[in-house]
């Protein structure tokens, strides 16, 4: 019985397995790294490459280390700033007036006054 355009026993990006013998995986070591919450993660990494000294944890996003006693602290999140916050630290209030007033007369010579 024909059922349309359907390949018995494939299925939609199916490729012919590789015999073991043609290819081989690269040699690799797992290190594992810590967080301050208690979290531990196992990574694979090449090995003759140099592991990274921290990771973000996969579970909460804090930075983990390899020292399981002495994990490394919470990363301190930066308080949202405003533009105008940005601004008053590179100008002082001096200088914040005379901006505004050199924008001031240039919006009145604009407008006629």
């Not at 008053?88 to 050199?102: C, F, S, V, W």
Request: proline share 10%; with cysteine.
């Amino acid at each position: 019985m024909h059922h349309g355009n359907v390949i018995r026993g494939a299925r939609v990006g199916s490729a012919p397995e590789r015999p073991p013998e043609r290819y081989a995986p690269a040699p690799r070591r797992a290190v594992v790294y810590w967080c301050r919450n208690g979290h531990w993660m196992e990574i694979l990494i090449a090995a003759e490459a140099d592991a990274p000294p921290q990771w973000d944890c996969r579970r909460c996003g804090q930075p983990a280390g390899r020292d399981a006693e002495n994990p490394p602290g919470r990363q301190r999140a930066e308080p949202y700033k405003t533009h105008l916050a940005y601004v008053k630290e590179r100008r002082t209030d001096e200088e914040g007036a005379a901006i505004l007033a050199e924008a001031l007369a240039a919006l009145h010579r604009r407008r006629g006054r």
